[in-house]
């Protein structure tokens, strides 16, 4: 992590659970951190909460469904820090239900594929334009879901992943895609890699409408285990590129 402090990080969907987590533990560690999300308000608490870190955190509103406020946050990220060294895509959604129930709004289904994917592809092609404009080394983190590398089953249906797993195992792909893409150029100085999680206790499961009593027969993650993988990788030598990192909890089927 050394070679990281002073440097500039941006992490998508930091306002809360694993995104705060990684906001935080960067700032602790000297890394200044630029928080986006729809809820600018709870990073900027999380800004005055941890003002005596190392690392200062700064807040901007983005909507990573929205290409307009994608392109807003990037002009104002290169007008205000001139660039970054590390781009963290972890914005993401989950909204529990079968496919085939009416119950479940288009609206929801385009939602969950423009936060999980679509958002965090435009960003991962904007932030690797930015560093090649400034020839900086780089790393970017896109975080995945264990769901992302499992194939689908009855249990995923009933428990009403819909369009979730799939937008996981495209994250899958396009990590590995753009990896390819960039080790094809010899001067290439950026790194690129999916973290995959099991379960972790967020708030997602709330928002996806999952009673906390049917959460109980699972142990989950906490939101700093990812933090602590996500600084494992930004400690790893030049020569060494982990491109996929899958946590599970121990002892956990899934």
């Known amino acids: 992590m050394d070679k990281w402090i002073g440097k500039t990080a941006v992490v998508t969907g930091a306002s809360s659970g694993i995104g705060a987590a990684i906001l935080v533990a ?28 190392k690392g200062k955190i700064h807040s901007f509103a983005c909507d990573v469904t929205d290409p307009k406020s994608i392109d807003a946050a990037f002009d104002w990220i290169e007008k205000t820090f001139g660039t970054f060294h590390v781009f963290i895509n972890n914005a993401g959604i989950w909204r529990c239900n079968q496919l ?59 428990l009403g992943t819909n369009v979730y797993q799939a937008t996981k195992h495209g994250v899958t792909n396009i ?61 790893t030598p030049e020569s060494v590129h982990v491109s996929e990192l899958t946590i599970r909890p121990m002892n ?3």
């Open 175 to 235: 990590s590995e895609i753009l990896r390819l893409e960039l080790a094809l150029k010899p001067e290439n100085k950026i790194k690129v890699s999916s973290v995959s999680p099991g379960i972790v206790m967020t708030d997602i499961f709330e928002l996806a409408g999952i009673p906390e009593e049917g959460l109980k027969k699972f142990d989950g993650l906490k939101s700093e285990d990812i933090a602590d993988a996500v600084a494992y990788l930004l400690s």
């Open 252 to 254: 956990s089927q899934f």
């Open 26 to 53: 960067l700032a602790k560690a000297g890394v200044n951190v630029i928080g986006l999300a729809r809820r600018k308000d709870r990073i900027e608490a999380l800004a005055e909460q941890n003002k005596s870190a």
């Open 100 to 158: 085939t129930n009416d119950a479940l709004k288009d609206s929801e289904i385009i939602d969950t594929v423009n936060t999980n994917f679509t958002g965090l592809v435009l960003c991962s092609r904007k932030a690797v334009k930015l560093m090649q404009k400034n020839n900086e080394a780089g790393y970017i983190i896109n975080i995945n879901s264990i769901a992302g590398q499992i194939s689908a089953c009855g249990f995923m249906a009933e």
